[in-house]
């Protein structure tokens, strides 16, 4: 009886981990959806008109629950503004808000996290946060300019923030020169090949 009983509780732990990563996979196949949908709009869309003609998908990597992140997270509220570089001459303001340390494939890795500190004053943006790197797949599979990741706040005490690599996207710049990229800063390259998310677009 013990054994069955020991069968009928594994069968059930397989079934809902079967069940958490198919959860899993449908919210980036959701996401994936609309960014097309943003994509493919052609009065939001960053894409050339020529290249707005043809589009039917961005490319993506193969979507993977390893790259779903839950980073420890530490505040680092004395940091500076800084003036951060673009891919023109435009210095947005910026703070570094934190700190994310995370292990991955059997490594340690960190993140700087920051604020744009022109979107303080707008209600709907007051709690977002800016992730910006570059990983050993730029320029091979992933847009030479590194990718970006959105964030939230996390609530208040909290030591964890989540990084999801499967959301990681391109700058507007990797799709028409016309835009002002920020370029992720130095100490936010990583020394590993990220799998995740957007991958590079056709030529550029």
């Not at 996979?25 to 939001?44: D, G, M, P, R, V």
């Not at 001459?89 to 022109?118: C, D, H, M, W």
């Amino acid at each position: 009886m013990k054994k069955i009983i020991t069968i009928f509780t594994l069968l059930l732990l397989i079934t809902s981990c079967t069940n958490s990563q198919k959860n899993y996979s449908e919210e980036i196949k959701l996401h994936q959806y609309e960014l097309n949908t943003f994509y493919a709009n052609e009065e939001e869309s960053p894409l050339t008109k020529e290249d707005l003609k043809e589009f039917k998908t961005l490319d993506f990597f193969e979507i993977n629950e390893t790259y779903k992140i839950e980073a420890n997270f530490e505040l680092t509220p004395n940091e500076p503004v800084f003036e951060m570089k673009t891919s023109t001459e435009r210095l947005p303001l910026y703070k570094k808000y934190g700190v994310a340390t995370f292990n991955l494939n059997g490594k340690e890795f960190e993140l700087s996290i920051y604020q744009n500190q022109s979107l303080l004053t707008s209600v709907e943006y007051k709690d977002h946060l800016f992730l910006p790197f570059n990983d050993l797949t730029n320029s091979k599979t992933s847009y030479g300019g590194g990718r970006y990741i959105d964030l939230e706040i996390p609530p208040t005490n909290s030591k964890t923030i989540t990084i999801d690599f499967n959301k990681a996207y391109n700058p507007y710049c990797a799709y028409n020169h016309k835009y002002s990229c920020p370029i992720p800063p130095s100490e936010n390259n990583l020394d590993i090949e990220i799998k995740a998310g957007v991958k590079k677009f056709k030529k550029h």
